[in-house]
């Protein structure tokens, strides 16, 4: 009983040990149920905010200190459902965009074929976009387009521009590239949140066209949390969702080690964060990411990092939820 106590006192520690992501054993996607995935890229979002390339080991120094159990739920996510560190995925030419995209891909055909559901820590947002080329129409899909689950600040469908700072698959194309490819159905999606600072007044527009479920802040903050999260589960019911998670669309008090920070209007606060998350459960999530945490602009403690490992849980806790109901 003294040596249980003195495991769980140390392992409680994020300062001690090898760092994996909470805790977990580091292995292969092979006979897991979840897979948890570093992406240590930032070459889809140009040249002035690359350090989101540091946002995976960041999590990994402070996940140890996150929740073990999920009280809302009542899981113990760890013990119900088989779950590793299956590492980074490797970028031998790391700033090549178009090449990271495809290595990205390639590393998640495989956790698809293992039948792993992967959930992602990046990394800037174009991750996003070489991750669901694997996973939409894929096995755990079920051969099936997958619907976005989306909070951000931003679209990330913006093809009135070709390219950024010369990445085609960038942090500002997935959205609609993926619908060209069919790999998701924009419209049994839902981006939420939007707010970012735009440069023309018809930035949204993409979005309509290609017919994804737009709800801005300013909608947000109209119609409420409750009759969001309604919209939410009707538009996804049914489908094989994938939730990404732009950690810009958090107000920048609690989330400040942010690309592409957006001060200008107030972002979601955690608790709306988390529920607009949950309108998710118990659906079939084939996976989730993180992305574009800035640890070289995080607060000394590691606020943005500890957030992210939060959002972080939620989605692990409701694959889990769902792992233990099969």
Same mark, same amino acid.
């Given at each position: ?31 897991? =149920?979840?897979? *948890? ?5 930032? #070459?889809?979002? %140009?040249?002035?905010?690359? +350090? $989101? ?108 521009? =070709?390219?950024? *700072? ?5 942090? #500002?194309?997935? %959205?609609?590239?993926?619908? +060209? $490819? ?145």
């Amino acid at each position: 009983m003294a040596d249980e106590h003195d495991r769980s006192m140390m392992e409680n520690l994020y300062w001690w040990g090898i760092p994996t992501m909470f805790r977990c054993p580091n292995s292969g996607p092979e006979d897991q =149920d979840i897979a *948890l995935v570093g992406v240590p890229h930032s #070459a889809g979002n %140009g040249t002035t905010e690359r +350090d $989101q390339h540091l946002g995976p080991r960041a999590l990994r120094n402070v996940s140890a200190v996150q929740r073990r159990v999920h009280a809302q739920f009542g899981i113990d996510p760890w013990n119900a459902a088989r779950i590793a560190d299956v590492g980074d995925v490797p970028f031998p030419r790391a700033n090549d965009n178009e090449h990271c995209i495809e290595q990205i891909t390639k590393f998640y055909q495989t956790i698809d074929d293992a039948g792993a559901r992967p959930v992602s820590v990046g990394g800037d947002h174009s991750i996003t976009g070489g991750i669901v080329q694997a996973l939409g129409c894929g096995k755990i899909a079920g051969g099936e387009p997958i619907s976005f689950l989306h909070l951000d600040a931003h679209t990330d469908v913006f093809t009135k521009v =070709d390219h950024f *700072l010369g990445a085609h698959k960038s942090a #500002a194309h997935w %959205g609609a590239y993926l619908a +060209d $490819q069919g790999k998701v159905d924009p419209t049994r999606s839902m981006q939420i949140g939007l707010r970012g600072h735009p440069r023309t007044l018809d930035w949204l527009q993409p979005s309509y066209d290609y017919g994804y479920n737009v709800v801005t802040m300013q909608e947000f903050r109209h119609r409420g949390l409750e009759d969001v999260v309604a919209q939410s589960k009707e538009v996804l019911a049914g489908r094989p969702v994938y939730i990404t998670f732009d950690l810009d669309c958090l107000d920048p008090t609690i989330a400040p080690g942010v690309s592409n920070i957006e001060p200008g209007e107030k972002g979601f606060d955690i608790d709306e964060a988390i529920s607009l998350l949950r309108a998710a459960r118990g659906m079939n999530i084939v996976g989730g990411d993180v992305v574009c945490m800035m640890p070289t602009k995080d607060s000394p403690n590691n606020i943005t990092a500890l957030t992210a490992a939060a959002i972080m849980f939620e989605m692990v806790a409701m694959i889990a939820e769902n792992v233990a109901s099969e």
